[in-house]
């Protein structure tokens, strides 16, 4: 296996309108981030992906971009982005910028231009269609609920929009979309950015001809196997990467809604033709039912183990993977797999951080920041709960009560509360009103507690960030093989790692019970490298406390 920096790299998302405010207008800012690289630093991470910082409108704050080489008002100017960048290089830091190019804002100039006339040189920068029968051209469906499609009275057409109305679809088939996009990306590198996680990549070439998908019972709508991995596909991103991407030392992931392990072999191959490594959302989707994700209903542990595991073992020698659990789509995975308590969130990141892949660090997850109760509509700011709760509730299919509850344990808001800095008003996150609400348990999780304490699930991911990317076992960590161990036990996620000779051992109870575990699979221990519970001694007959998580390098038995 070949050895990359971004392999040996562990990366932290920031989503910048709830990170830090610098300016006490309620939402965060660049100067805000800078201010707090010393914090990262402190953390030991390397790479920054920063969530959209361009013009947007915000109707899907900032995924709806309306100029790519300007940045948005409320988070400042391209000089504090320079001083950003420059700040975070001096201590090690690299930056990945997001990359939102399957759609612009329907404020972007391109889209202004491509609706005022059909003749218009912009036009076929997007996609536009006639209607059928005086009803949308096809039953594709929106990510954010409704018809995929709006129809423009001026040209008495409509455009393709995957996700909001105001996020119209770029149409890739255009060579001269391809060449816009390439140049704006090759700006963006000369000025010295470290790579680019991009958005919904996978959907960038449709199916030809955009016939009607099936039908989705939820929903009522279909589509996404017609708009995700579509033929050219890997032939665009070939061309971004000699273009592009070959030209720069980068490093690139892409997210793959709905791709499978055959597609991500492509998307990600060994020789370094298109990206480095894919998100991919199988386990996302784990613990969704009938109504989509909009359920209080949890993992069970053996899916998500076999899920995981499938992507460790078949990407193996093939591939890179990338490991999140959290980012600003995803609720706190300590609420979702774990019980809110600092020991879960320990658990549940040993189990990720020891797996072979690129750990991804969701702004608060290193503080166990947990889900929030938001209790009414008034409260909510996403556009994709907003819409889906009106679409659901006021049509009858799910109570009130049943829905809140699914947005309180699915919904994307949940990550985007304000960064809990410390115990002040607002969690330090702003002198003013924030855009979003604080999520009231911030005066028992905060930064500022967590950092002074030896104890915290700060100190704890920091020390699995430096076993990964400063210890005797980095090598073993990063390039070890993945081998699943009890994969019948619905309380134990354990696992074996092997590099030339060398074992490690992690074992984490991912349950609130006490387990007694009969570890056939190692003798004897070398060296503990890491646990949520002091001393833990190896031994073939175990009790496991409630969220028991350690790591060990062991003697193999067999
Ligand atoms: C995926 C992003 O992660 C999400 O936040 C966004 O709403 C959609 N893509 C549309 O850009």
């Not at 009607?212 to 196997?225: I, K, R």
């Not at 809110?340 to 702004?363: C, N, R, V």
Request: hydrophobic fraction near 35%; glycine fraction near 8%; aromatic fraction near 12%.
């Amino acid at each position: 296996m070949e050895k990359k920096w971004w392999k040996e790299s562990v990366v932290y998302q920031i989503y910048p309108r709830s990170f830090c405010d610098s300016n006490g207008d309620g939402i965060g800012d660049l100067k805000g981030i800078t201010g707090k690289l010393d914090y990262l630093h402190e953390l030991g991470i390397n790479v920054i992906w920063l969530s959209p910082v361009y013009k947007s409108p915000n109707d899907d704050n900032g995924y709806d971009i309306s100029d790519y080489q300007d940045i948005m008002d409320e988070f400042g100017t391209l000089e504090d982005f320079d001083i950003l960048l420059k700040s975070a290089h001096d201590r090690g830091i690299k930056i990945v910028m997001d990359l939102v190019v399957n759609h612009t804002s329907d404020e972007h100039k391109w889209f202004v231009e491509s609706r005022s006339s059909k003749d218009n040189d912009k036009r076929d920068f997007y996609i536009w269609r006639e209607g059928r029968d005086g009803q949308a051209p096809n039953n594709w469906g929106s990510s954010f609920s409704g018809s995929a499609w709006e129809y423009d009275e001026k040209t008495d057409m409509y455009y393709l929009h995957c996700f909001s109305k105001k996020q119209p679809d770029l149409n890739w088939d255009n060579p001269r979309v391809r060449d816009e996009v390439f140049r704006m990306m090759t700006w963006w590198c000369d000025r010295g950015i470290d790579g680019f996680r991009m958005d919904v990549i996978s959907m960038i070439s449709k199916v030809e001809g955009l016939p009607d998908g099936q039908v989705d019972a939820n929903t009522g709508y279909g589509g996404l196997e017609n708009t995700t991995n579509g033929p050219h596909v890997h032939e665009y991103l070939k061309e971004m990467n000699k273009r592009v991407l070959s030209k720069y030392d980068i490093m690139t992931v892409g997210e793959c809604a709905g791709v499978t392990i055959e597609e991500a072999e492509k998307y990600a191959s060994l020789d370094g033709s298109e990206l480095n490594m894919v998100f991919q959302f199988e386990h996302v989707g784990l613990d969704y039912d009938e109504h989509g994700k909009w359920t209080a209903r949890r993992y069970d542990l053996r899916e998500l183990k076999k899920n995981l595991s499938k992507w460790q073992t078949e990407l193996e020698g093939k591939s890179w993977n990338s490991l999140f659990l959290d980012n600003h789509d995803q609720p706190r995975i300590v609420s979702r797999l774990g019980d809110d308590s600092p020991l879960s969130a320990k658990a549940i990141a040993t189990m990720l951080h020891f797996m072979k892949g690129t750990p991804y660090i969701y702004q608060g997850e290193e503080l166990g920041m947990t889900n929030c109760k938001f209790g009414c509509l008034e409260n909510l700011r996403d556009i994709e709960e907003i819409n889906a709760y009106h679409e659901l509730v006021d049509s009858g299919k799910m109570t009130r009560e049943a829905m809140i509850a699914g947005i309180e344990a699915k919904g994307r808001d949940n990550a985007r509360t304000p960064m809990q800095w410390d115990a002040s008003e607002n969690a330090g996150f702003t002198t003013g009103s924030p855009w979003i609400m604080v999520n009231p348990n911030y005066k028992e999780i905060n930064a500022e507690a967590e950092l002074k304490d030896a104890d915290s699930v700060f100190n704890y991911y920091k020390k699995l960030v430096s076993l990964r990317r400063k210890s005797e076992w980095s090598d073993l960590i990063v390039y070890g093989t993945y081998r699943l161990l009890d994969d019948e036990s619905s309380e134990i996620f354990a696992y074996e790692r092997e590099l030339n000779g060398r074992n490690l051992f992690v074992l984490c109870n991912l349950s609130d019970r006490e387990i007694h575990y009969h570890n056939d699979a190692f003798s004897k221990a070398n060296a503990l490298l890491i646990s949520n519970c002091g001393e833990a001694e190896l031994s073939e007959e175990m009790k496991l406390s409630p969220w028991f998580a350690a790591v060990w390098e062991v003697l193999s038995f067999v």
